[in-house]
């Protein structure tokens, strides 16, 4: 069997053996401004994606690097979702980076994950992608009247995904509404490309 052999700067950084394959990996793409994204939607994605975005914002502006001369930063996404607030925490940075933000989609980019892919600036994947839209889920325990409030909120929350959606692709406001009772599967050969959630097949 071939021995692997690390980098050796990434060796000197963490001093000993990564934990694993996927930890260097993901260390490699980050010289390369791509971000390996393969997990549930969580606060941990502050870390995967917002910081670096911020950071490589940063040195672009630090060096003086004019936007359209900057590296392109890359997300490669395979998501089954999770939390909406999280998701938008990561959305609001993609969508507000100078530095081009290009997503690609992978394998399966459903519900929050699906919204992250529709965020960057360009958008590609591969053909039997698979993405998912619907509407968000919730569970509420508490008193009549907090319930009463968690649910307005989440209703908002609702909406914004709705507008989110219907500003950033192909999809109308009419298509939207009769579709967000549904579980909205498609391929990104097919609905996900006429549909403008990814502007080009890889």
């Given at each position: 069997m071939k021995r692997i052999e690390f980098d050796k700067e990434y060796l000197e950084l963490v001093a000993n053996l990564p934990d694993s394959l996927e930890?260097?990996?993901?260390y490699l793409g980050l010289k390369e401004r791509r971000i390996f994204f393969n997990y549930d939607v969580?606060?941990?994605?502050?870390n995967k994606i917002v910081y670096w975005i911020q950071e490589w914002n940063r040195e672009d502006r630090e060096l003086n690097i004019p936007v359209d001369k900057r590296k392109t930063i890359q997300i490669y996404i395979t998501s089954n979702g999770g939390d909406v607030v999280a998701g938008?925490?990561?959305i609001d940075a993609i969508k507000s980076s100078e530095t081009k933000v290009e997503t690609i989609?992978?394998?399966s980019c459903a519900s929050m994950g699906a919204l992250l892919?529709?965020?960057?600036?360009?958008?590609k994947a591969y053909p039997n992608t698979v993405i998912l839209l619907h509407d968000g889920?919730?569970?509420?325990?508490?008193?009549?009247?907090k319930a009463k409030n968690t649910m307005n909120f989440y209703d908002r929350l609702d909406d914004r995904i709705k507008q989110f959606i219907v500003e950033n692709t192909n999809i109308s406001k009419e298509l939207y509404t009769e579709?967000?009772?549904?579980?909205w599967y498609m391929f990104a050969d097919d609905e996900g490309l006429s549909l403008?959630?990814?502007?080009?097949?890889?």
């Open positions: 930890e260097y990996q993901f969580d606060t941990t994605i502050v938008f925490a990561a989609g992978i394998g892919l529709i965020s960057g600036h360009y958008r889920s919730m569970a509420v325990q508490s008193t009549s009247k579709k967000e009772d549904e579980e403008g959630i990814v502007h080009e097949i890889i």
